[in-house]
Structure formats: C-alpha cells, structure tokens
C-alpha cells in the first residue's frame, strides 16, 4: 500500500514537473471549483419550488391555531404575494402561473387522486342531482351572468362600452364553473357530511365538460364574429361529444391498465408505474381531441381501481395511495403560491364597477341557480335537500386556478379587454377563497350541519348495508319495480360473470367479498405484528402461545377437508340470487301440488252446488186448497188420478238434481253450471207439459 502511494506521488510530481517547464503563457490552472447554473437552472428552480412548498405546508400543520382559523389555500396565497413581492423588490420579473404548465403537470395530479379514490356509491346515487347542477347550474350561471353583465356594460357607457355580448358570455364561462382544487382545498378540513361534500365536488368535477365546450364555442364565435342557428347546434353537439368522449376515453384506458395489472405478479415493482402511465395517457389523449381531460382521469380512475387492487401486491397498492396523495398535495401547494406570485406579475386593469357587479353577480346567480334546480329536484328525491344544505351547496362554490388559466389563454387580439378579465377574476377567486373559505367553517358550526364521521364502519355495519342492498335489490324484483338497486344488482352480477375474469388473474376473479375481506384483514394484522417490535407485545405473545398451540390444535385439518372447506363457502357465500321473471299472476305457470289444491277445492264446489240446486229444485206437490175440494166434491166432478200422479212423479221431494252425472271438466266455470241448470230445468218443464195433456 505504500508502495503504491509512493508511485503515485512520483507521477504527480513529473506532471506538475512537465507543466512548470512550460512556458508561462500556456500555463492553466486545475478547475478545483467551476460555477454553472445555467445548466441546472430548470430542474433546480423547480425542486426549490417544491421544497419551499413543502416547508410552508409543514410549517402551517405545525400551528394548529392558525390552521384552526385560515385556510390553508389562504396562507399558501399570502405566502405566494410575499415571494412575488419579494422577486419585484429584488428588479426581476415574478414568474407567471402559465398555462400550459398547469394543466399538463400540476392539474392532473389531484384529479386523478380525486377520480382514484372517488366513493362510488354516494356518487352514483346522487348522479341526478350532481349532473343537474353541474349541466343545468352551470349553464344558468353562465348565460344569467353574461346577459346582466352586458346589460350593465351598456348602462356603463365609457371604457364599458366596448365590451360586447359574446365576450361577457366568455367572461361568464370562465368565472361561473365551480374549482375542483379550491373545494377540495377547502371541504376537506372542515369535514363536511358525505353528502353534501359529493354534491359540491361531484359539480366542480363534471362541469368541466360544460366550461371546455362554452369557453372555445365563444371564442371561436367571438374571431368568426357570426353566430347561425347551425352553430349553436353543433354547439349542443359538442357538448355531448366532449363529455362522453372524454368518459369513453378514460375507460379504455382504465380497462388496459386493469388488463396489464394481470400480468405483473413477477414484477411487483413497476406496477404503481402502470397506474400512473395509463392515467396521464388518458389525460393527454383527451387533450389532443378538445375532449375532457378531467372527465378522462376520473372515469380512468374510477374503471381500473377495483381491479388493479385486485391484482397488485399489498405493498404496491400502498405505495400509489401515498404517492398520489403526496403529488396532489404538492401540486395543490405550488397552484396558491403561483396564484399568489402571478397577482404580483400583473398586467393589471382595475375597473370598480366590473369588479363589484361581477362579484354580486357570482353570489346572486350560485343562489338563484341552488335554490330554483333544488325545488326541482326535491321533488324526485328520497332524502330532500334542507335549506342548511342547499346554503352549503350554494356558499361552497369556489373559484379557483382554472378560471384564471383560462382567462390567460385570451388572445390580446380578440379579446382587449383581457387584463380586465384578468383582474376580475382574481378578484373574485380571492373573495371566494379568502372570506367564503374562512367563513363557511363557523357557519357550519353555527348551522349545526351535519359533519362526516371519522371512524370507519364496523364490519357489522357492512354486513348489514350489504344485506339491505341486497333485499331492497330482492323486494324491487318481485315488485317490477326496476331501480337503481335492479341495476346494480344486474350490473354487479355481469361484472362478477365476465369482466372478472378477463381483467383478474388467478382464483381472485372467483373468490367471494368476505373470503377476499377475510385475506385483506389477515394481511392487515400480519404486518400490523411485523412493525410491533415492542417488548410488550413480544411478552404477551409469549403468555398466549400456550392457549395458541391448543387453538391450532383443534383447527388443524387436512389440505383435502381445507379444500372443501373452501369449496362450500364459494359456492354459498355471497351467492348471488338467480335470474327471475317479475312476479305476474297472468304468467304464473301451474304447479302439482297447485293442481291437487285446485281439484280439492272444485270438488267442495261441485258438493255445495249440488246442495245449493238440490234445494233450489226440490219443490213440494201442488196442494189443493179446502175451497177447491169442497167444490169439486159437491159438484160431484171425480178427482183426476193420472194428474196427481205425473205431477207428484215430476215435483216429488225425492227428486233431486246431481251434477254427479255430468262429466263436468275441472275447470268448470259459473257460466257453463248456469246453463246446465237452465237445461235441466227446461227438461223437466216438458216432461211436465206432456204429462198434463
């Protein structure tokens, strides 16, 4: 080793030999420390700005008084005006949210957290309500906002003047769409009830489709500059276009995320990869074709989780949970600070009375707009919507960075009132967001509106919502009732039959809820006792290893008896009911046991009948008055044998009627009885008539 230190030192000293006999114009000095920031500047500046976020969210979690009091949205505003003013300070230009950046890198983020942990079920059974505020709402806001805005544009008169009808309607559809980010922001600390919180999140979500369409249906009406009943039409068109294509485009790539998760039971590592490739896929696809990319995300979200959880490993499925919280979070952390430090940039065109009637106009049309669509849709609803909710839904309606990417996306050509715009709306997404976000949590505590739980439901309670489901699902079958219980109910059932096992490798797509929630629950607490490396527990698991082995014991059965086992609670648990016709007395076929009853019951008839015109038939003999005979005796006329004779023989008390001798069918009906007996008594009428001539 010396030997090799000594060479070394003799090699560098004939270096620095060689360059000290140089001449001294050639000589160069080694770069022991070289500056060059221009080739990190990006990436750098970028990992500053999240690092910087990061802390300013650590340090606001780290003061619960302030947090109990501001929003966070708020201070992450406040914290990104102070960066700005400081960048202004220091003579350089503060760096503006572009829009390009927002909605390709730090939009996707938290939609898709959004869309992959969407509840499902709160979901689709407030679906009505969500799309008729999000469709019907948006556009109420939209055209009401944009006709009275005109309309005090032209009572304005001066630098008002010129703004003309199509540019408030852009104006309108820009401002009027509630902001996913800034709800969520905000609803997730105060902690609303389920209900109210889908409601709300569930319109910032889907009038997406709504805002894309009208924003680019007016800005191409407002550079052509004519408008035909032909383009309002494709207008409609459009919407359609947009919503659905961009919810049939996150679905297939959903199913191709779901069907590549199959495979990767030998490469656990890259599967959260896959999760967030095919998602951003979807997103971008969608935004090739003008279609919604947000709509995108959540259906592709929405389509591949049950299945993807289904196949990826425990740690995996951990992994894109935290990852995607993590990256929303950030996300939504750098969107207020670039709010803030792009308030500073500027450009800015202050004008008090667009700002004032904006920011009524924004509250006047959200209530109109809640109160009128919730009259409405009461109507319909099992669970009406109280006025404290509708205050709720109407208060929550937030705007965010999407109004103002969007108002940054004018071109200064069409639009030259674009820095107006501009400053209205950041104007009003701070009032929503500072005075409607530090408000709405004491008006929930003054109103004493119901908050969301925060423990999870019991098995129990799992067990039992399960169970109703599938009895209210049971009770709408045989009452031909087709609700929404039928058709989760059918589309579970085609779910479990085919798509399962398409997109599911191994027994999991035939495995039933409770052995798959039985194997979740035993993971749990497997890795629950890994992480315990106390002494406690490893004392108590000492002190119940005895009563432990007698447990195993007594359970310790064969692999075959196992096998079994499993077999039997396959085929009975969570078995699903079989498909049957709707209960119908008119398609009800006979059965045996029916028929025996049947023909039991039309023999108590027949006996009764017969007891009923037995008696209805038997009529005494004629007897002949006192009067009458004394006459006939004094007139000495002689009594008339043959005539008593055939009349007792017809009208005797023995005879009696039998339907005994009529070969009735068995379903014999009144009717036919009825003119059995009118023949029977016809009968015996002319026997009668022939007997008395």
Request: proline content about 4%; overall charge neutral.
């Amino acid at each position: 080793m010396k030997m090799l230190l000594l060479l070394l030192g003799f090699c560098c000293g004939l270096v620095f030999g060689d360059q000290n006999r140089s001449d001294s114009h050639d000589q160069r000095v080694f770069p022991v420390l070289s500056i060059n920031y221009d080739y990190v500047q990006m990436p750098f500046e970028v990992s500053l700005w999240i690092l910087f976020a990061s802390l300013m969210k650590l340090g606001f979690h780290l003061l619960p008084v302030l947090s109990d009091v501001v929003p966070e949205s708020c201070l992450l505003i406040v914290v990104g005006l102070l960066v700005g003013g400081l960048i202004r300070v220091m003579g350089k230009n503060p760096p503006v949210l572009d829009s390009q950046l927002f909605f390709l890198c730090l939009l996707p983020p938290i939609i898709l957290d959004a869309g992959y942990f969407l509840p499902i079920r709160p979901f689709t059974e407030n679906a009505g309500t969500i799309l008729t505020f999000a469709v019907l709402g948006t556009l109420w806001n939209v055209f009401f906002m944009g006709a009275v805005l005109y309309g005090a544009c032209r009572l304005e008169a001066g630098r008002l003047a010129s703004v003309d009808l199509l540019s408030c309607l852009l104006f309108g559809s820009i401002v009027s769409a509630v902001d996913p980010v800034a709800v969520l922001a905000v609803f997730e600390e105060i902690h609303i009830n389920e209900l109210l919180h889908i409601l709300v999140f569930g319109e910032s979500l889907l009038n997406d489709a709504v805002t894309v369409v009208l924003y680019h249906l007016f800005e191409e009406f407002a550079h052509a500059g004519v408008l035909t009943v032909g383009d309002v039409f494709l207008g409609v068109v459009c919407f359609f276009v947009v919503a659905l294509g961009g919810v049939l485009v996150g679905g297939v790539y959903g199913v191709l995320a779901a069907f590549t998760s199959r495979f990767t039971s030998h490469t656990r590592v890259i599967e959260p990869l896959f999760v967030f490739l095919y998602s951003y896929m979807a997103y971008l696809s969608a935004e090739v074709f003008h279609l919604s990319g947000i709509m995108a995300l959540i259906a592709c979200g929405v389509v591949m989780r049950p299945y993807v959880e289904a196949n990826i490993s425990h740690k995996s499925y951990t992994t894109i949970k935290y990852f995607l919280k993590m990256w929303s979070s950030v996300s939504e952390t750098l969107i207020f600070i670039f709010l803030g430090v792009s308030t500073v940039a500027g450009p800015h065109a202050w004008n008090w009375t667009f700002v004032s009637i904006t920011i009524v106009l924004c509250l006047l049309s959200r209530v109109l707009g809640v109160v009128g669509l919730t009259y409405i849709i009461n109507k319909y609803r099992m669970v009406k919507l109280s006025g404290k909710d509708q205050f709720i839904v109407a208060y929550g309606g937030l705007r965010g960075a999407i109004a103002f990417s969007l108002a940054f996306l004018l071109s200064n050509n069409d639009f030259p009132m674009k820095d107006m715009f501009l400053t209205a709306i950041i104007t009003v997404i701070f009032f929503t967001v500072f005075v409607q976000g530090m408000t709405i949590r004491p008006l929930v505590d003054l109103l004493a509106v119901k908050k969301r739980k925060q423990s999870k439901c019991s098995i129990n309670e799992e067990i039992h919502t399960q169970f109703l489901e599938h009895l209210l699902a049971g009770i709408e079958g045989v009452c031909g009732h087709y609700g929404h219980h039928h058709w989760r109910h059918k589309l579970n059932r085609f779910n479990k039959r085919y798509i399962k096992r398409c997109l599911i490798g191994g027994e999991r797509s035939q495995e039933p809820q409770l052995i798959s929630f039985y194997n979740k629950m035993e993971l749990k607490q497997a890795l629950m006792l890994l992480e315990s490396n106390s002494s406690a527990n490893l004392s108590a698991g000492v002190t119940a290893a005895i009563p432990r082995q007698r447990s195993r014991k007594t359970l310790n059965i064969s692999k075959e008896r196992e096998e079994e086992i499993r077999k039997i609670l396959r085929g009975n648990l969570q078995k699903t009911r079989q498909r049957l016709r709707s209960y119908s007395r008119h398609t009800l076929k006979p059965d045996a046991e029916d028929d025996d009853w049947s023909e039991t019951r039309l023999r108590k008839q027949r006996v009764e009948m017969e007891r009923r015109m037995s008696h209805f038939l038997t009529v005494p003999a004629l007897p002949e008055s006192p009067p009458a005979r004394r006459a006939r005796v004094e007139s000495g006329e002689p009594l008339r044998s043959d005539q008593g004779s055939s009349l007792t023989a017809v009208f005797e008390p023995s005879v009696t009627f039998s339907l005994e001798e009529q070969k009735l069918p068995q379903c014999v009906s009144d009717q036919l009885l009825e003119e059995l007996v009118h023949q029977r008594l016809t009968a015996l009428v002319c026997v009668s008539c022939s007997g008395n001539d």
